[in-house]
DNA sequence: CTGCATCCAGAGCGATACTG
DNA sequence: CAGTATCGCTCTGGATGCAG
């Protein structure tokens, strides 16, 4: 997890955002890692059983998903629902707070959908010119 | 780097997102990495030389500074600018695309800020829970 | 001042096997 | 079906030292 310094930034960033970077920070290590975001989307569909979603997912491993799902319970993003049935059942499903994360969540995708392109584009140019030495 | 299947969401992702998931990791992968919003959060103040944002950081390596500037230089977010005196003196900048990012990021920053009392009594409550076993 | 190279500890994560 | 435990690999990222 991040742990930053409380550095005062004078300027404002755009003037929007306080000078709480270590929160972003601290959001964005939870929202950055490599599952969080999939099962969240994946999740917005309705609530979902735990092979459900590893079948959506699709490649990844039974440990990850778990941990990723106890990660997003513990911060308030998923509901945990077990049916004390035989053979068991789970059912994941996201909060009010999870389904809040989704709007910015849902910027960011459409900010990468429209600059992939222009991203992937730069990567080649900047490829490109570093072989030429 | 992330890299997964195509799989077809079906549903929509609350009807906005298309079903292409695999970007929006890809830039969630460049985003969520441990300095690169920090860094263009700072950037965002304008024109800046390498050791004038160490300094703003604070409490970041010489290294991974300059590993997330050429990963963002990479990515077409960020420029860079050597002038040839003598010190060198080099200045980042963001770039146009860079700039655009600040949008979604400062939308991220604005929910991590007015959510993060909740996260973090979720959590509270979430240890509490496990403790008495 | 800037920025590479090296070394090294630890986190992240996947594969596999096992339990209720 | 859902979840845990263990192993081992890879990658991240911090510290340090050297060079233009």
Redesign the interface.
């Known amino acids: 997890m ?1 742990e ?2 409380h ?1 005062d ?3 404002g ?2 003037g ?3 000078n ?2 270590g ?7 939870r ?4 599952w969080t ?2 099962v969240v ?2 999740l ?3 609530p979902m059983r735990f092979n459900a979603l590893k079948r ?4 990844v491993s039974q440990r990850m998903l778990t941990l990723t799902l106890r990660g997003l ?5 998923v509901s945990r629902t077990v049916f004390p049935t035989v053979p068991p059942r789970v059912d994941y499903e996201l909060t009010p ?1 999870g389904r ?14 429209a ?2 392109d ?2 992937n ?3 080649r ?3 490109a010119r570093r072989e030429d030495l």
Chains 1, 2 share one sequence.
């Open positions: 991040l930053l310094e550095t930034v004078p300027g960033v755009a929007e955002l306080p709480r970077c929160d972003v920070s601290q959001v964005l290590a929202v950055g890692d490599k975001v999939l989307m994946m917005a569909a309705g959506r997912i699709g490649k319970e513990r911060d308030g993003l707070l809040s994360l989704q709007t910015p969540v849902v910027a960011l995708g459409e900010w990468a959908f600059n992939l222009a991203m584009e730069a990567r140019d900047y490829d």
